[in-house]
């Protein structure tokens, strides 16, 4: 099985990264091949500057991005949540990578068609709200789970959320969290063999 992780923070130093490493490292020990996307160390624009209505300049790391997703069997995506959404870089990944003709496409009627089935994905964020709401109906991980990753044709199999980060933000719980995250690979090691 083939596993891609987007490390959604903008900040190399922070728990979200931390947490994004200690999977892929975990998930290569467990030997699954992986990739990675550091969107704290990626060199893109990602405002999508003309819509879909016209490329932009360079579409060499989008592309990139897109033949990864093509050879993933799974994503894990780890991001903290920001005003009730992720990073604006990550948004700007979704937007030049989750492209029409790639993840979806319309048809003459307008019925929209996923071309990304037969995948699977985790989103793995943390956030000073509580972990509650940011599960409940209209939320981060609900959108993420039918709106995002769903319309595309990728199926969310956790969606973990480390909330009251201000509130709490020991490294033990830091630490907890982390390896919960981990432990994930252990469903899909066993689908794997």
Same mark, same amino acid.
């Given at each position: 099985?083939?596993?891609?992780? +987007? @490390?959604?923070?903008?900040?190399?130093?922070?728990?979200?990264?931390?947490?994004?490493?200690?999977?892929? #490292?975990?998930?290569?020990?467990? &030997?699954?091949?992986? /990739? !990675?996307?550091?969107?704290?160390?990626?060199?893109? /624009?990602?405002?999508? *500057?003309?819509?879909? $209505?016209? $490329?932009?300049?360079? #579409?060499?790391?989008? %592309?990139?991005? @897109?033949?990864?997703?093509?050879?993933?069997?799974?994503?894990?995506?780890?991001?903290? +949540?920001?005003?009730?959404? #992720?990073?604006?870089?990550?948004?700007?990944?979704? /937007? *030049?990578?989750?492209?029409? %003709?790639?993840?979806?496409?319309?048809? #003459?009627?307008?019925?929209?068609?996923?071309?990304?089935?037969?995948?699977?994905?985790?989103?793995?964020?943390?956030?000073? &709200?509580?972990?509650?709401?940011?599960?409940?109906?209209?939320?981060? +991980?609900? *959108?993420?789970?039918?709106?995002?990753?769903?319309?595309? &044709?990728?199926?969310?199999? $956790?969606?973990?959320?480390?909330? *009251? !980060?201000?509130?709490?933000?020991?490294?033990?719980?830091?630490?907890?969290?982390?390896?919960?995250?981990? %432990?994930?690979?252990?469903?899909?090691?066993?689908? $794997?063999?």
């Amino acid at each position: 099985m083939k596993i891609l992780v +987007i @490390q959604g923070h903008p900040d190399s130093q922070s728990l979200t990264h931390t947490n994004a490493m200690h999977y892929y #490292e975990a998930a290569k020990q467990m &030997g699954f091949d992986v /990739d !990675m996307i550091d969107l704290s160390h990626a060199d893109f /624009d990602p405002v999508l *500057r003309y819509g879909y $209505h016209q $490329h932009m300049s360079d #579409e060499s790391f989008p %592309k990139h991005c @897109q033949d990864l997703i093509q050879a993933a069997d799974h994503l894990a995506f780890f991001f903290p +949540i920001w005003w009730s959404a #992720e990073p604006s870089v990550l948004k700007g990944w979704l /937007d *030049r990578v989750l492209t029409p %003709k790639f993840a979806y496409y319309y048809d #003459e009627k307008g019925n929209s068609h996923k071309l990304l089935q037969n995948k699977t994905a985790d989103v793995f964020t943390s956030s000073n &709200g509580p972990a509650f709401f940011y599960r409940s109906l209209g939320n981060v +991980i609900f *959108r993420w789970k039918y709106l995002v990753l769903g319309f595309c &044709g990728i199926k969310l199999k $956790h969606g973990l959320v480390l909330g *009251r !980060m201000v509130k709490n933000p020991s490294h033990e719980r830091c630490a907890k969290y982390i390896e919960k995250c981990t %432990k994930t690979l252990e469903a899909l090691n066993s689908n $794997h063999q």
